[in-house]
């Protein structure tokens, strides 16, 4: 039997958890098209091994799946670090999900796209990827988000074996909302708790053709690596960059109800 939190009972083999504490995003800061993967809304947890096999969006339809026991994420049902919200957590060595429909989100080299991050990383000094899409299991036509062996978050974005890495900085084991800001073109915009770490810089060469989008790590030649050990509580993807005055509201609502200093 399958436990709905909030909503009632139904057969099934999965648990359906929601209803912990709000973590809404408020109307209006985002566009209609936005996704929105809130680890206190949508999350079903596997029946026999109690880790996340769905992470479902709440406005769209760009879903974290996963089928295989084995790589299945952690659910953590109260996390400290995010003031006792929700979270999805990679090991850093098995546990990754397939993003449904990022790829046509983040094709393109003209299109914009905004994302938002609220994470930490719970392994330092290690070459992880966070968030990541490419193209038909190979390693060029790739964009992603990591961390480095060399303690940096960084980004890269590139369409063929020459990769545009560019970093954010150091990165620590506390928790932090990232915005990524791709407006068109080559460049790209970043910060971290709302301080700009990189402004309009180079992101990419070549127009992207991707169809594999991967939470937690990556995939080369049809194998998943570079798993992540990360938590993260909330994903956040618009294809319509909201205003900077939406944007300032929307980081002012994710520190506060995460707990994290951003301005």
């Given at each position: ?16 958890i929601?209803?912990?504490?709000d ?97 930490r ?59 990524l ?59 319509i ?23």
């Amino acid at each position: 039997m399958t436990l709905r939190i909030g909503g009632g009972v139904r057969l099934g083999a999965n648990m359906n958890i929601g209803g912990g504490l709000d973590s809404t995003i408020p109307d209006g800061l985002l566009s209609g098209s936005a996704t929105v993967l809130n680890a206190d809304r949508g999350i079903i947890l596997d029946g026999v091994t109690g880790r996340v096999s769905n992470w479902n969006d709440q406005l769209g339809s760009i879903d974290c799946t996963q089928a295989t026991d084995s790589a299945q994420p952690d659910y953590i049902a109260i996390n400290p670090q995010f003031g006792g919200h929700s979270s999805v957590a990679g090991d850093g060595s098995a546990y990754w999900m397939e993003i449904d429909g990022y790829a046509t989100l983040m094709n393109g080299d003209d299109a914009e796209t905004y994302r938002v991050l609220v994470l930490r990383a719970t392994q330092l000094a290690t070459l992880s990827y966070v968030l990541s899409v490419n193209a038909n299991d190979t390693s060029t036509n790739a964009d992603y988000f990591s961390t480095s062996g060399s303690g940096n978050f960084n980004c890269s974005r590139a369409a063929d074996a020459t990769s545009v890495l560019q970093s954010l900085g150091p990165y620590d084991t506390d928790p932090h909302i990232i915005e990524l800001i791709h407006t068109g073109g080559t460049t790209l915009t970043a910060t971290l708790d709302g301080v700009v770490k990189l402004d309009a810089v180079a992101y990419d060469t070549d127009p992207l053709a991707v169809t594999l989008g991967t939470l937690f790590g990556h995939r080369f030649n049809g194998s998943p690596t570079g798993f992540s050990a990360t938590e993260m509580t909330q994903m956040i993807f618009d294809p319509i960059i909201p205003s900077a005055g939406n944007r300032t509201t929307l980081r002012g609502f994710l520190g506060e109800i995460y707990g994290i200093s951003t301005i």
